[in-house]
């Protein structure tokens, strides 16, 4: 299930052929608006194919939580799965018991109490200072700004370590072919930069019994190809 977003579409047609070479039967292949007030036909559908596996991608806030409520509603037994948009864990709280088991991707490091890293650190320390409720757990979307000002900051260090003027073009290849990078913390381990990607990440699942902590299900997943 994804969204009718350039973001959403990417991906499908290489995780369709990925499942298939995996051995699963994909039975839904839905595309749905990036944010929806009625999901219930959505859901109907969900229903009719009944996938053992369901699977949001190219999504915010909207839509995969209703989704899932609404399927848990209706009994609905499908694993339900996200990548890193669908991993908000204040949405989650938000969904309570409908999200119970609920597993999904990030890249980022979902805590900071306790950082030792330069950047999550500070995170950590920006957050407590501005609300004395911060529980530790930043927003997916405060992280990504974080790693976009982190990067444009590497960026422009490498071009003036080469003597090179700050252009864009200058900015962009100075990112390319980036090795063992240390973020800070931002990622839990080193990355590389690569055609535009950073190809890491690591599986959590979230639980009612854990208080719908992230839990990790997985090392660190650094993709080489």
Do not use: C, H
């Not at 209703?66 to 948009?85: A, C, H, N, P």
């Not at 650190?121 to 911060?134: E, F, G, L, Q, V």
């Not at 055609?195 to 299900?217: L, W």
């Amino acid at each position: 299930m994804y969204s009718g977003t350039e973001f959403g579409r990417d991906p499908i047609q290489r995780s369709k052929a990925q499942a298939t070479k995996l051995g699963f039967n994909v039975v839904l292949d839905e595309e749905t608006p990036f944010t929806a007030v009625d999901v219930s036909p959505i859901v109907v559908k969900l229903r009719e194919a009944r996938p053992d596996y369901t699977i949001f991608q190219g999504y915010a806030t909207s839509v995969w939580p209703e989704v899932i409520r609404l399927s848990r509603d209706y009994g609905l037994k499908s694993q339900f799965m996200g990548t890193i948009w669908a991993m908000d864990r204040g949405i989650i709280l938000q969904l309570g018991k409908a999200a119970d088991g609920y597993i999904g991707v990030s890249p980022y490091t979902f805590i900071t109490t306790g950082a030792k890293g330069e950047a999550l650190s500070a995170i950590d320390a920006i957050r407590r200072k501005k609300d004395r409720n911060y529980d530790g757990y930043p927003s997916i979307p405060y992280m990504q700004s974080w790693y976009s000002g982190l990067m444009a900051k590497r960026a422009i260090e490498l071009t003036v370590d080469a003597g090179k003027p700050i252009t864009g073009p200058n900015l962009a290849s100075a990112l390319q072919g980036l090795k063992d990078w240390d973020t800070g913390g931002v990622f839990g381990v080193p990355v590389n930069i690569r055609d535009n990607r950073t190809p890491v990440g690591r599986i959590y699942k979230y639980e009612a019994a854990r208080n719908f902590e992230p839990t990790p299900v997985s090392d660190w997943i650094v993709v080489k190809d």
